[in-house]
């Protein structure tokens, strides 16, 4: 029980800049007491004292503004920041190193017994305001964004935002090939960075300018093996390839920046 609230502790200043020392948080960090008070009343629902889990819980709620029913499951070092206005159902599985922020709500969508709230797997991060809604899984490292509404399993590591909840950003399979050179040569002569997105922040403008150069990309390998094609046809034929655009081709461009 100690190694989990020093756990817990440790999160808050693995996860929270502004924490200075063990004894502020222990004082002034509503969501540690939410979660202390929600494991002691989660044993307690185990063993059955269902009124006195219910009633601490409760207490819970008053004292910290955030209310998380005792049913649910929550693994280690659960953090959550500010807090206010968070709510999580009886039938919510929370993983380790789980983050949630203030007004996120666990919640379900029918009145059927059974298992009704979300399943937060490790690492999942959900941002302010944002309701997990349903019986679904949320994958490892996902992260939801702020006053998003997701009612549909999250993939791991993807990036939810909107209302209805979309997938907006997945992460890049490791068998995938690194960039290929010519297209990241055409990136550098246009002066972007079409690859540098964040995953915090994506930028739908810079997505919608890096499809274009990925067709501009496709356009190329097309012509360079149609010239192959005409040469293995006619010798006579001289071109070889597609010329590669010239930086200095491109000077109209950096005037107009």
């Not at 302010?128 to 549909?152: I, M």
């Not at 360079?224 to 040469?231: A, G, I, R």
């Amino acid at each position: 029980m100690f190694q989990g609230l020093k756990d817990d502790i440790q999160s808050v200043f693995d996860r929270d800049p502004a924490a200075r020392n063990t004894f502020e948080v222990l004082t002034n960090y509503p969501g540690l007491h939410a979660i202390i008070l929600h494991r002691l009343a989660h044993k307690l629902w185990q063993r059955k004292f269902y009124w006195i889990a219910r009633s601490l819980s409760t207490f819970s709620r008053w004292l910290t503004g955030i209310e998380i029913h005792p049913g649910a499951k929550i693994g280690k070092r659960f953090f959550i920041d500010h807090g206010m206005g968070v709510v999580i159902g009886e039938t919510a599985i929370v993983g380790n190193d789980v983050t949630l922020y203030q007004g996120v709500t666990l919640g379900g969508t029918s009145w059927d017994k059974g298992k009704r709230h979300p399943t937060l797997k490790d690492g999942v991060v959900v941002g302010a305001g944002a309701k997990v809604l349903g019986p679904f899984d949320v994958g490892e490292n996902a992260k939801v964004g702020s006053n998003a509404v997701v009612t549909k399993t999250v993939p791991a590591e993807a990036t939810v935002v909107g209302i209805p909840g979309r997938i907006i950003l997945k992460a890049v399979p490791v068998d995938k090939p690194e960039q290929d050179p010519m297209r990241q040569k055409m990136e550098e002569n246009f002066g972007f960075d079409a690859y540098g997105l964040s995953d915090e922040m994506p930028d739908p403008v810079a997505r919608s300018i890096r499809s274009m150069l990925d067709h501009m990309h496709l356009v190329d390998e097309r012509m360079n093996k149609m010239c192959k094609t005409l040469k293995a046809l006619d010798h006579s034929y001289k071109g070889d390839s597609v010329p590669f655009i010239d930086e200095e081709g491109l000077d109209c461009f950096k005037e107009a920046k």
